[in-house]
């Protein structure tokens, strides 16, 4: 039996070799990338781009958590950050291969 439909964890496998895509698996306002390697991992918002590059160290998590405004604010704010599909990075070991343990909140 699944638990809630607003958290889901996941594990992606990296490796050195491609970049390996994070991908919303529910509509989101959060998303936690934890590096649960033993190695580094490489987080790119663009695969093709290394200026978007940034290191997750071993043991580290790379948050992204995006508050709701309440009812009465007049933007987009309380809308989702990331709909189902979405790519919201790119994944690759610094050496050897590692998972990565994802966490999305509604």
């Given at each position: ?69 309440s009812a009465g604010v007049q933007d987009a704010g309380s809308g989702t950050r990331f709909f189902t599909g979405d790519t919201i990075a790119y994944l690759q070991a610094a050496s050897g291969t ?9």
């Amino acid at each position: 039996m699944a638990s809630n439909p607003n958290y889901v964890k996941k594990q992606l496998a990296v490796d050195t070799v491609s970049w390996t895509a994070v991908v919303a698996p529910i509509d989101c306002m959060g998303v936690a990338i934890k590096n649960s390697a033993p190695v580094n991992l490489l987080i790119r918002t663009d695969s093709g781009d290394a200026t978007t590059q940034d290191t997750i160290p071993a043991g580290s998590v790379e948050t992204i958590s995006v508050p709701r405004h309440s009812a009465g604010v007049q933007d987009a704010g309380s809308g989702t950050r990331f709909f189902t599909g979405d790519t919201i990075a790119y994944l690759q070991a610094a050496s050897g291969t590692g998972p990565a343990q994802l966490t999305f909140v509604r």
